[in-house]
């Protein structure tokens, strides 16, 4: 163990329930209000502010609208993937989080009308609000890849984590025969935003050190195939990813966009430079496009000058809050701000939402504004992570300074992944992080 794993340790404990760092509640006395509140969405940003306005307001009408009973704690997907864990560590009973008092409506929403701030599910009803947080999360856009269904995950060696804990426990099939039997991998990433974008190096990463544990590194021939002409949004990491991808013998096939598989023939095809590039491979992950819901495309309340065929909501990237319409807050994925798709966003994104909304039901003046915090512990092999951390300019703003080293693969970050996210996810959960 080198010295700075070993000192590293001593903060693990307290990472526990403080990483990453973020803005718990101050002590103060319940806003007491009537205010008709709607949330949309029960992932992680929804039941999250749940708690939280629920902790906060004293007399409001808080609804959260969402049809899923099951809970996804999500950065648990790559482990999945990969066969470090089982598919239902990621998955737990949405009850269990929301908070007494709390009206769930269990349907989809089907449209949302800013004007007369009326939110209609797909059963016909009609819910109004005073005021709206946006929390759906995304849709994958498996169509915009020709000859993909999720049917195809975990046989001819095809993998697709995103989609939750059954398409990573397939996807591991797939990956697991590649690592066994070598052959060509291809590790894909989509050209529009996207949830983790540390994701697809991570599971590059890790299925590299699988095979290479198992004695096939001469047999496995990786590439990672992006449309980006980076490897990753942040340019110090970016180039760190370059070098650790160097050393490690992985192939990079940069400004390339999948757009289509041939399952038959394990074929992938590419948009390249006005043309197309087809390549055959024995693995490929993928990850395909990523949009907002289609109700939020249809609402009028997405951007119109930026990610147009995306649909993120427009909302100002300091406070969340929608740039036309002030009773309308949006965070997680959905929200169209230049960077915060994690979980880890969401803790530093549900203070600030929760300050803003609640200050201005109480006429007060909001203090909290967010930063574009975003936190990615990017594993790169088994019992190895990079702790890396950033805001909206992209300067690394590590938890720990002096103590876990950003650019470093070290045994600690490891553990902050294995040990200290779930516990400070859960605890967000609660509104207690």
């Not at 070598?182 to 890790?206: D, N, Q, S, V, Y």
Request: proline share 6%; glycine share 10%; with cysteine.
């Amino acid at each position: 163990m080198k010295r700075r794993e070993f000192l590293s340790l001593g903060a693990l404990g307290a990472a526990a329930t403080t990483f990453p760092m973020g803005m718990g509640h101050a002590e103060t006395k319940p806003v007491a209000t009537k205010a008709n509140i709607v949330i949309v969405g029960a992932g992680a940003a929804g039941t999250t502010m749940a708690n939280r306005l629920n902790q906060r307001l004293e007399g409001a009408r808080i609804t959260i609208i969402d049809p899923r009973t099951t809970h996804l704690y999500q950065p648990g997907l790559s482990l999945v993937a990969t066969g470090l864990k089982p598919a239902d560590y990621i998955t737990s009973d949405e009850e269990r989080w929301l908070p007494e008092g709390v009206n769930w409506i269990r349907e989809p929403v089907a449209a949302i009308d800013a004007e007369s701030r009326i939110v209609a599910t797909e059963s016909g009803a009609a819910i109004s609000y005073d005021w709206l947080v946006l929390a759906p999360g995304l849709v994958l856009d498996y169509d915009a890849i020709d000859g993909f269904s999720r049917d195809l995950i975990g046989s001819n060696g095809v993998g697709a984590l995103y989609g939750g804990p059954d398409d990573a426990a397939r996807t591991w099939q797939a990956a697991r025969k590649f690592t066994e039997e070598g052959g060509t991998g291809i590790f894909t990433r989509p050209e529009t935003e996207m949830k983790c974008a540390g994701a697809p190096l991570k599971h590059t990463f890790l299925i590299d050190d699988i095979g290479r544990r198992a004695g096939n590194a001469g047999r496995m021939n990786m590439i990672y195939a992006a449309p980006q002409a980076s490897l990753f949004g942040v340019p110090i990491v970016a180039e760190k990813v370059r070098m650790l991808f160097e050393d490690r013998g992985v192939e990079t096939m940069m400004q390339r966009r999948l757009v289509a598989i041939e399952p038959g023939a394990k074929r992938a095809v590419f948009a390249v430079d006005g043309g197309f590039e087809e390549l055959d491979y024995d693995y490929i992950h993928v990850i395909p496009p990523q949009r907002a819901p289609d109700f939020i495309r249809r609402s009028g309340l997405s951007w119109a000058e930026r990610w147009q065929d995306q649909g993120w909501v427009e909302v100002d990237p300091a406070t969340l809050r929608h740039l036309r319409y002030p009773e309308i807050f949006a965070l997680g994925d959905v929200a169209g701000v230049p960077k915060g798709k994690t979980a880890a966003s969401v803790k530093w994104q549900a203070p600030v939402v929760e300050d803003h909304l609640v200050s201005a039901i109480a006429g007060l003046e909001a203090t909290q504004f967010y930063d574009g915090y975003t936190s990615c512990p990017l594993i790169t092999r088994v019992g190895r992570a990079m702790l890396v951390e950033f805001d909206y300019h992209n300067n690394l703003t590590p938890s720990f300074p002096g103590i876990i080293a950003p650019l470093e693969e070290l045994w600690t970050s490891w553990l902050m992944k294995e040990i200290a996210l779930k516990a400070t996810y859960n605890a967000m959960l609660r509104g207690r992080a």
